[in-house]
């Protein structure tokens, strides 16, 4: 079996990270692995249970849990226990709780595992916190996106407001703010660029102006071009 090509793509909460991979899994006809939708259907678990501020509780049920992800058309479903989450994983219940039940040492371990055994298989476009340092390190090409917080917080308010999601544009940017706390400063993967990640400031581009630059630093590195 020969080696796969892995594109992984990391940043802040908000940073555009879900939307260019996607786009650009398609363009390459990679798989797109969401490895946030992950750790968002463990949190959803541990909240529908409520189970969710207990850790012991929540390192007993990672043992047990099984997530499946299929991938159908662009969209990656997101399977728990046979019971499809896809919709129920982006709420922003889920969003405040999300960052505690990913610090859990157990939660990460069983993930991670699941990451790179996909990984071995499919030519990947991936994006999370870890994915250009731990969970992939020898990724072919690493993208670090960030994005100014006011910028992160309207754009995660407009996903809200699509999705009827009732929370103010205030809320949403304390959450976030919370979040890169959280994520920053945890002992166990914390976000952070990888030395080699190519970094890009996504505050003032469109998304088309983001996908174009990041498929160009990915030929630049690659020698592949897209197909459509
Ligand atoms: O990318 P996202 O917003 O869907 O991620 C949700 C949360 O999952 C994020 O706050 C941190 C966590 N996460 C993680 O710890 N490691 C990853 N590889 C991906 C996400």
Redesign the pocket.
């Known amino acids: 079996m020969s080696k796969k090509i892995i594109l992984a793509i990391d940043g802040p909460?908000g940073s555009g990270?879900?939307t260019v991979a996607k786009i650009i899994s398609e363009k390459l006809g990679f798989l797109y692995l969401?490895?946030?939708?992950?750790?968002?259907a463990i949190t959803y678990y541990a909240i529908e249970n409520q189970i969710v501020d207990d850790v012991n509780k929540i390192k007993e049920a990672v043992k047990k849990i099984k997530i499946d992800l299929n991938f159908e058309s662009g969209v990656t479903r997101v399977i728990l226990n046979n019971k499809d989450v896809t919709d129920k994983i982006r709420t922003p219940e889920v969003?405040s709780k999300?960052?505690e039940v990913?610090v859990i040492p157990e939660v990460?371990k069983e993930?991670v595992r699941m990451q790179k055994e996909i990984g071995l298989t499919n030519n990947l476009v991936t994006?999370?916190?870890?994915?250009t340092t731990v969970?992939f390190p020898d990724a072919d090409v690493k993208i670090f996106l960030t994005a100014s917080i006011d910028e992160r917080a309207k754009r995660r308010y407009k996903e809200f407001l699509e999705r009827a999601e009732k929370i103010s544009l205030e809320d949403t940017k304390k959450n976030l703010e919370k979040?890169d706390n959280?994520?920053s400063n945890r002992v166990i993967?914390p976000l952070q660029k990888a030395d080699d990640a190519i970094e890009i400031d996504t505050t003032n581009l469109s998304i088309d102006e983001e996908v174009n630059l990041i498929l160009e630093k990915i030929s630049e590195k690659l020698n592949i071009s897209h197909c459509n």
């Open positions: 909460a990270k879900s969401d490895t946030g939708a992950m750790y968002r969003n999300v960052s990913s990460r993930l994006e999370g916190r870890d994915t969970v979040r959280i994520d993967s």
